[in-house]
């Protein structure tokens, strides 16, 4: 479950916890990408805190833990993110179990098995409003070969928008993204990553379902002028006869 070799995350023999936080998305997936292509640990997941504060959470042996960390925090830097991070060595069972940490650990060892879009690229693009990500990800589908894989909130009014495909199609869609979510809105932080090993792709959210064929949403809109015309036309009632007109009726004789 982690790159390079295996690891059981049920051995606390030697054992430590480490985490780098960040304060967008894209860039706590590019540090996480980094600190399991940099040992051998494996990602327990990621803690969203609000305020765009995310943290990654890995999990190995201590000599292991320390080189991803430190890895983690070169590329987070690099990405101008300001750095919080932290090791634990020989964390108590009672510190994994309360934390949000201890759910992550059983999601983990658990698994989510391979995707569809397994060995594609992710690209992630980051706004600061909502309006700008629907924009930016309209524009990604539709300049390049992608698939739009889901969308991540951080608060803050930070959205992620989450897409998968060849390497090349990810990087023009992007770009592309990019340019629309400056002319909407606010673009905080972009990421492409080639090659994600098989942890990173376990815990990104996912779309439940792949559409093979878009199909436009088909709503039962109707024309606004089309409603008015049918209010303000004429009823096609029948006028009741007077009591007197009634009256001649029944004294009229057959014919």
């Given at each position: 479950?982690?790159?390079?070799?295996?690891?059981?995350?049920?051995?606390?023999?030697?054992?430590?916890?480490?985490?780098?936080?960040?304060?967008?998305?894209?860039?706590?997936?590019?540090?996480?990408d980094m600190?399991?292509?940099?040992?051998?640990?494996?990602?327990?997941?990621?803690?969203?805190?609000?305020?765009?504060?995310?943290?990654?959470?890995?999990?190995?042996?201590?000599?292991?833990?320390?080189?991803?960390?430190?890895?983690?925090?070169?590329?987070?830097?690099?990405?101008?993110?300001?750095?919080?991070?932290?090791?634990?060595?020989?964390?108590?069972?009672?510190?994994?179990?309360?934390?949000p940490i201890?759910?992550?650990?059983?999601?983990?060892?658990?698994?989510?098995?391979?995707?569809?879009?397994?060995?594609?690229?992710?690209?992630?693009?980051?706004?600061?409003?909502?309006?700008?990500?629907?924009?930016?990800?309209?524009?990604?589908?539709?300049?390049?070969?992608?698939?739009?894989?889901?969308?991540?909130?951080?608060?803050?009014?930070?959205?992620?928008?989450?897409?998968?495909?060849?390497?090349?199609?990810?990087?023009?869609?992007?770009?592309?993204?990019?340019?629309?979510?400056?002319?909407?809105?606010?673009?905080?932080?972009?990421?492409?990553?080639?090659?994600?090993?098989?942890d990173l792709?376990?815990?990104?959210?996912?779309?439940?379902?792949?559409?093979?064929?878009?199909?436009?949403?088909?709503?039962?809109?109707?024309?606004?002028?089309?409603?008015?015309?049918?209010?303000?036309?004429?009823?096609?009632?029948?006028?009741?006869?007077?009591?007197?007109?009634?009256?001649?009726?029944?004294?009229?004789?057959?014919?």
């Amino acid at each position: 479950m982690m790159g390079g070799g295996q690891y059981d995350p049920n051995d606390f023999s030697d054992t430590a916890l480490g985490l780098v936080s960040t304060q967008s998305f894209p860039a706590i997936v590019g540090t996480a990408d980094m600190m399991l292509k940099s040992a051998e640990v494996a990602l327990v997941g990621y803690e969203k805190i609000g305020s765009g504060h995310c943290t990654a959470i890995v999990r190995g042996g201590i000599s292991n833990v320390r080189l991803a960390v430190a890895a983690g925090v070169e590329a987070a830097e690099q990405f101008g993110q300001e750095v919080s991070s932290l090791v634990i060595a020989r964390p108590l069972a009672n510190l994994e179990a309360v934390l949000p940490i201890g759910k992550l650990l059983a999601d983990a060892a658990q698994g989510s098995g391979d995707s569809r879009l397994s060995n594609q690229a992710i690209g992630l693009l980051e706004t600061r409003g909502f309006p700008a990500m629907v924009g930016a990800a309209d524009v990604m589908l539709k300049s390049a070969d992608v698939q739009l894989s889901a969308h991540e909130t951080i608060g803050d009014g930070l959205c992620t928008v989450i897409i998968r495909g060849a390497v090349a199609d990810v990087a023009v869609a992007v770009e592309a993204g990019m340019h629309e979510a400056e002319r909407i809105g606010e673009l905080h932080a972009v990421m492409v990553i080639p090659r994600p090993l098989s942890d990173l792709e376990q815990t990104l959210p996912l779309a439940s379902c792949w559409i093979e064929q878009p199909l436009p949403l088909r709503l039962p809109i109707v024309s606004k002028k089309v409603a008015e015309a049918e209010l303000l036309e004429p009823l096609n009632l029948e006028v009741a006869p007077t009591k007197r007109e009634a009256q001649m009726e029944l004294e009229e004789p057959p014919s």
